[in-house]
């Protein structure tokens, strides 16, 4: 997606009068330099001085107070199709899925109908909003919010849903995958998207990537448009995300497997990872676009699995695929830093019976920025955990030549084991977890991570309880925990339950859990904020619930807890068929902002274009519109800090 920034008009400017109000276009594209090294500098001081967690979210001021870490009054569950938020809170939607991502000052707006052409998306917000990020500009009051488009529901997305499929359809709904960087500002207390914006870009299903680390070149990488393995068109499913103390984006590829269409008989790598003919939630893309077609491009599928490295500050930046982290149905990437400065990255594969890993950086974290950390992630060693009964734990390597991990059994180089890095697990023994998705490090050194459920654990011909994963049947989830020994580079770790996820009064055995506080199902979205609260943000399987325990949790919702007590209170409640996912805040702590994902989803059936409102019409509310996806901002109306 070429564009010039330097054609575009600052007439509509109303902020940042230091970025924005400058006539020249040489000297804006210097000034945007300047700006993009001033809003880095304070992540490079806080990565240099080693605290992670105050690199990573960005303030050190916000640091354990003297009051009681959760202050706000909680919310009762529901079921109305609306966001909800504490006494003293409110919430405001921006940056909807098809609204101008701020790339041009005439990009056109979201037509209800779905109508849209696939080059509009291109310049539009995605669907399905998930991980995202916010980099301050001028700290607390601009700054880039950068967000992943995990997927799409074509019945929404196009006028006459999967009917008439054509090129013109697959495209748009390339469009609408990926990533979108956007500027924000706020002006007199509320916050807008800055259109245009000299940093606004979409990354999409179709944007051209750079392959790095063991698996770029490698024979299994090549294809027929790409005889070097090192240039990949796109990024899918974008789930998690993380962000580094360099100042760049991690977006996390998850269930891209469900794009291809697989042979009559997968072979074994095939269907360890899933392929399968017509997969009948399939996106379809393979009858327009030949690669999604593994029956002609067999390689293609392990293009995808990765987690990709952008860097927001530069819309011309090549996206790096970074296969040193491994292949997975990737969830989240967080970045957790030892006292040496070296960059570890904790990483779940939310599918059911698959792995958590970490990958630790040869080299320490440089000053610098991205320039001076643009392979760190290139270069280190990835790690399978083994979760044991006796309540410790610990890391396997995944490197070649090591253990079983060699030419006889299938693993010829460093490359193939990346890129076979489920089949490298399974031989190494690491333990198969009820789905991971995000996991988080809280001020103490705890690394959580939620597994959000997993309705086959104990089923028959399923693997049994672990004690990690102690539920048959686990409809509800739980969010599981350790410490490394010694730092986060440690090879052993102690671990425990932090809570299992479910309401103690339910008197279905598998639906009881041991939350002290405001009950809640399948977490998923996880993030410790300045001040060390937890929040959980939970994305409930309803196909697997009862119908009573639905009722029961209402609509999925963000909790906040406190780490120390295990106290947990219902902060925010989504509308109809959504799912809360992602948080980030300003570095002041006074304004939040999340993503309601899917609003109004069926849990078993794509949206139908003729009725698209049946479950939902968030945000917009009017007749006729359809449900999007968007950020929403909270903030305090004291303007305090949140959660206090
Ligand atoms: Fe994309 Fe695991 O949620
Ligand atoms: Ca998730
Ligand atoms: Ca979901
Ligand atoms: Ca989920």
């Known amino acids: 997606m070429a564009k010039d920034h330097s054609l575009m008009e600052d007439s509509n400017r109303s902020s940042n009068p230091s970025i924005h109000d400058i006539s020249n276009p040489q000297r804006r594209i210097m000034l945007r330099g300047a700006a993009a090294s001033a809003f880095l500098a304070p992540l490079a001081q806080m990565s240099a001085l080693g605290g ?22 909680s919310i009762p569950a529901g079921t109305q199709d609306t966001v909800r938020v504490p006494e003293g ?85 390339q469009a609408a995958h990926g990533v979108s960087v956007c500027e924000v500002a706020q002006k007199d207390g509320r916050w807008q998207v800055v259109s245009p914006s000299p940093w606004a870009r979409r990354i999409t299903a179709r944007t051209p990537m750079q392959v790095n680390g063991p698996a770029a070149g490698h024979g299994m990488m090549k294809t027929a448009a790409d005889n070097t393995g090192r240039r990949v068109l796109g990024t899918l499913n974008n789930c998690g995300s993380g962000m580094t103390p360099w100042g ?48 002609q491009h067999p390689n293609e599928i392990n293009r995808f699995g990765w987690v990709v490295e952008i860097d927001p500050r530069n819309p011309s930046h090549t996206p790096v695929k970074r296969t040193a982290l491994g292949r997975a149905a990737h969830e989240g990437a967080t970045v957790a830093m030892t006292k040496g400065g070296r960059a570890v990255v904790y990483m779940g594969e939310d599918a059911r019976f698959e792995y958590i890993y970490k990958f630790v950086s040869r080299d320490a974290v440089k000053p610098g920025g991205f320039a001076a950390n643009s392979e760190l992630l290139d270069h280190g060693t990835l790690y399978v955990a083994r979760f044991d009964e006796n309540g410790r734990g610990a890391w396997l390597p995944l490197a070649h030549g090591q253990g079983a991990l060699t030419a006889a059994n299938g693993f010829a180089d460093q490359g193939e ?19 991971p998705e995000w996991i988080e490090v809280d001020k103490q050194g705890w690394v959580y991570c939620t597994l959000t459920n997993n309705s086959n654990r104990g089923g028959k011909d399923q693997a049994p309880t672990n004690a990690a994963n102690p539920r048959a049947n686990n409809v509800m989830g739980h969010i599981i925990r350790w410490k490394e020994d010694g730092d986060h580079d440690g090879l052993s770790f102690q671990w425990n339950h932090f809570v299992l996820a479910g309401d103690p009064s339910n008197t279905r055995e598998q639906a009881k859990g041991n939350v002290k506080g405001d009950s809640f199902a399948c977490p998923d979205g996880l993030w410790v904020d300045a001040r060390g609260v937890m929040w959980i943000q ?18 999925n919702a963000m909790l906040a807890a406190d780490p120390n007590t295990g106290e947990v209170r219902r902060f925010l409640v989504g509308p109809v068929g959504c799912e809360v996912t992602g948080a980030t ?48 901002v909270i903030r305090r109306r004291d303007g305090g800090i949140i959660g206090t």
């Open 52 to 73: 992670a967690a105050a690199a990573l979210a960005g303030c050190a001021t916000l640091g354990a107070g003297s009051g009681p870490l959760l202050g706000f009054k």
């Open 89 to 173: 809170y409110e919430a405001q939607v921006i940056a909807r899925w098809g609204d101008p991502v701020g790339l041009s000052g005439e990009t056109p707006g979201f037509r209800p109908d779905g109508s849209n052409s696939a080059a509009e998306q291109e310049v539009q917000f995605g669907m399905h909003h998930d991980g995202i990020h916010y980099y301050p500009i001028q700290g607390a009051t601009s700054g880039l919010l950068v967000m992943n488009h995990e997927y799409v529901d074509d019945g929404l997305l196009h006028r006459d849903g999967l009917a008439n499929w054509s090129a013109e359809k697959v495209r748009k709904a």
């Open 248 to 295: 760049t984006y991690l977006t996390c590829e998850e269930n891209f497997i469900n794009y291809f269409n697989g042979p009559d008989q997968p072979d074994a790598h095939q269907r360890r990872w899933g392929l399968r003919k017509g997969h009948p939630a399939g996106y379809r893309w393979h009858l327009h676009d030949a690669r999604f077609d593994a029956t």
């Open 417 to 435: 084991v990346v890129i076979k890095a489920r089949q490298a697990s399974d031989v190494l023994g690491g333990t198969k977890m009820d789905r």
């Open 538 to 555: 939970t994305d409930m399987s309803t196909s697997a619930m009862g119908k009573g325990e639905l009722a029961m949790m209402g609509n």
């Open 585 to 632: 805040a300003s570095p002041d702590g006074r304004t939040m902002f999340i993503n309601i994902q899917h609003p109004g989803e069926s849990p078993s059936e794509r949206s139908d274009p003729a009725n698209p409102t049946r479950f939902s019409n968030w945000p917009d509310q009017g007749p006729n519109t359809r449900p999007r996806s968007a950020t929403v």
